[in-house]
T-cell receptor, first 109, second 119 residues
Framework: GQNIDQPTEMTATEGAIVQINCTYQ??????LFWYQQHAGEAPTFLSY??LDGLEEKGRFSSFLSRSKGYSYLLLKELQMKDSASYLC??????????WGAGTKLIIKP | GAVVSQHPSWVICKSGTSVKIECRSL??????MFWYRQFPKQSLMLMAT?????????EQGVEKDKFLINHASLTLSTLTVTSAHPEDSSFYIC???????????????FGPGTRLLVL
């Protein structure tokens, strides 16, 4: 079956760095997405990786290793507004998005 | 990035009525749109894939006669919840597929969601 694993919840301190991991087992791979979702709102696109390596975009970076079925989202200089759920999703061979359950990130002052 | 709008953002209706939700891609054409449902504290669940000019593909367990999807143009898809009941109360989110850049990188852009409450 298809499976995406990410931690349920993480806590970090304002100004610090946090890494949210995602491992996946899917039928085919056409890219991996990270989305941010604040409570009660729709997800917003953060990043897309299809090749191995690190993609940096401001305070957020996303890494992919296709051979290991592994990705992480790195958030630097954490701000209180970064408190949200972070969703990992993989585009499978049928171009369908397979969603992880999301990681709830709690930022403490 | 591209913008996807949804209307309405909030719906409160009586049990037995039908509700139509619109999803529009505002600055790009989307041959494929997706409809998701999200219950509180749960992950997004794909309901159906909507392709312009053809019938939608529904996920297992989703009643096609209850959730009518029409994708009449490259910028508009509609979801109609027919004869809504309280258990249909949920957060409905659409997304539109966009192919961008020289490498035609695929990205999905999400609408802001529609919160449906059936009394």
């Amino acid at each position: 079956g298809q499976n995406i694993d990410q931690p349920t919840e993480m806590t970090a301190t304002e100004g610090a760095i946090v890494q949210i991991n995602c491992t996946y087992q899917t039928s085919g791979f056409n890219g991996l997405f990270w989305y941010q979702q604040h409570a009660g709102e729709a997800p917003t696109f953060l990043s897309y990786n299809v090749l191995d390596g690190l993609e940096e975009k401001g305070r957020f970076s996303s890494f992919l290793s296709r051979s290991k079925g592994y990705s992480y989202l790195l958030l630097k200089e954490l701000q209180m507004k970064d408190s949200a759920s972070y969703l990992c999703a993989v585009l499978d061979s049928n171009y369908q998005l397979i969603w992880g359950a999301g990681t709830k990130l709690i930022i403490k002052p | 990035g591209a913008v996807v709008s949804q209307h309405p953002s909030w719906v409160i209706c009586k049990s037995g009525t039908s509700v139509k939700i619109e999803c529009r891609s505002l600055d790009f054409q989307a041959t494929t749109m997706f409809w998701y449902r999200q219950f509180p504290k749960q992950s997004l669940m794909l309901m159906a894939t909507s392709n312009e000019g053809s019938k939608a593909t529904y996920e297992q367990g989703v009643e096609k006669d209850k959730f009518l999807i029409n994708h009449a143009s490259l910028t508009l898809s509609t979801l109609t919840v027919t004869s809504a009941h309280p258990e249909d109360s949920s957060f409905y989110i659409c997304s539109a597929r966009s192919l961008e850049g020289a490498g035609l990188q695929e990205t999905q852009y999400f609408g802001p969601g529609t919160r449906l409450l059936v009394l």
